[in-house]
C-alpha cells in the first residue's frame, strides 16, 4: 500500500511507484527556479520623491512563496489563458496536446471526495481551472487543476486532503471530447495528489489510456508526465505573480 511522503521543496520531489491498488503523487515546493528577469520588474526610481509613478511595483513582502504566499498580495483572479494557453508543446522530452479546458467557480464541482471539498471550502476556494492532455503516443492521459485559495497554510490543507491509503479524494478528471481524452470518464487506475505554490493547490489526475494498473516503471512515467506538463504550463505563470504580484 501506499504510504504519504512528507511534503518538502519540489526539487526533492517524489516518483511514484504504484505498489497495489491506486498510487498517490506527492510533491511540494515551487518546481522551476523563479524567473530570474521579468517585463514586470520595478522600473527605476522617479526623479521627484514627491510624485510616486501610479504603476510602480508593489513591495516584495518576502517569504518562500513572495507575492503568492496569500492572495492579498496576489488578487488578480487566474485565467484559462493564462494558465492553459498551450495547445500543444513538448516538455520533459515528450509532445503533449491539450484538448480540453474549463474554470469552475464552484470549486467542490471539479473535485471528488468530501474531505477534498471540505478542505477547499475551509480555504475559501474561489475558482479551480482544469485542463486535459494527452501525449503523442495518445497512451497517457490525464487532467491537471489549480486551485485559487486565500493562503498557503489552506493550499497545504488541500495538498493533504489528497493523500490516504485509498484514492478517494483527487480531482476531478476532466473528460475531452477527442477519442483520447474522452477516456478519462472510463474507470481505471492512477497516479493523482497535488503540490502547493504559494496560496495555488496544483492538483493533478494521470493514468493510461486503457486505465490497467501501471508498473512500477509506468507510474515514473505517469509521474514525469505530470510534472512535466505543469511545469511547461502552470508553473511560469505561477512564479511570475511570486515575483511580480501581477498576472503575466
Not at 76 to 105: C, I, P, W
Not at 108 to 118: E, F, I, P, S
Not at 155 to 179: I, P
Not at 207 to 224: F, I, V, W
Request: proline fraction near 5%; hydrophobic fraction near 35%; charged fraction near 25%.
Amino acid at each position: 500500500m501506499w504510504s504519504p511522503y512528507d511534503e518538502g521543496p519540489r526539487s526533492r520531489r517524489p516518483l511514484i511507484i504504484a505498489a497495489g491498488g491506486l498510487a498517490v503523487l506527492v510533491a511540494g515546493g515551487v518546481g522551476l527556479a523563479m524567473l530570474a528577469n521579468s517585463e514586470d520588474s520595478p522600473s527605476a526610481a522617479a526623479s521627484s520623491p514627491s510624485a510616486a509613478p501610479s504603476n510602480a511595483a508593489p513591495v516584495d513582502p518576502g517569504g518562500e512563496y513572495g507575492f503568492t504566499e496569500s492572495r492579498t498580495t496576489d488578487p488578480h483572479a487566474l485565467t484559462l489563458n493564462e494558465l492553459f494557453k498551450k495547445k500543444k508543446f513538448r516538455a520533459g522530452g515528450q509532445t503533449y496536446q491539450m484538448t480540453v479546458r474549463r474554470s469552475d467557480k464552484k470549486c467542490k464541482d471539479a473535485a471528488v471526495g468530501g474531505t477534498l471539498q471540505k478542505a477547499l471550502a475551509s480555504g475559501k476556494c474561489t475558482q479551480l481551472l482544469r485542463a486535459s492532455f494527452k501525449d503523442a503516443s495518445g497512451k497517457i492521459i490525464g487532467t491537471l487543476g489549480v486551485a485559487n485559495l486565500n493562503t498557503t497554510s489552506s493550499a497545504a490543507k488541500v495538498v493533504k486532503a489528497t493523500r490516504g491509503k485509498q484514492l478517494d479524494n483527487y480531482l476531478k478528471v476532466l473528460t475531452g471530447k477527442d477519442e483520447i481524452t474522452k477516456w478519462l470518464g472510463v474507470q481505471g487506475e492512477a497516479v493523482a495528489g497535488g503540490w502547493r505554490h504559494g496560496h495555488y493547490a496544483i492538483l493533478v489526475y494521470f493514468r493510461y489510456k486503457d486505465g490497467h494498473k501501471p508498473s512500477k516503471s509506468e507510474a515514473k512515467k505517469l509521474n514525469g508526465a505530470a510534472f512535466a506538463i505543469a511545469d511547461a504550463t502552470v508553473t511560469p505563470a505561477l512564479e511570475s505573480r511570486a515575483l511580480t504580484g501581477r498576472r503575466p
